[in-house]
């Protein structure tokens, strides 16, 4: 997925996950809710097969579970999950260097 988004959107995507998960978390439910994320990121989502959507999604999931315990909203923890998330976007898609 590296070829079709940039770091910083699927930072962006896990963020909004996050964001989502934090309301569940909060609130106990959950609905089938749209990702918050810009529209240009969105039509690159919207491009992707079925199958392509729901791995990306998944993995993006599984990042933004990882990434969660550690987001207080502060600069430093923010910084913090930025450096976790790309760490993890290049260990899922094995991106070396």
Known sequence: MKDIFTMDEMITIV???VDNLEFKELYGLYED?????PRPINEK??????????????KMTEIAEEVMIIKSGELNELNRCHEEIIFLINKYYKVVG
């Open 15 to 17: 963020m909004a996950i």
């Open 45 to 58: 989502i919207e491009n992707l097969n079925q199958c392509e959507y729901q791995n990306f999604i998944e």
């Open 33 to 37: 809710q749209e990702i918050n994320i």
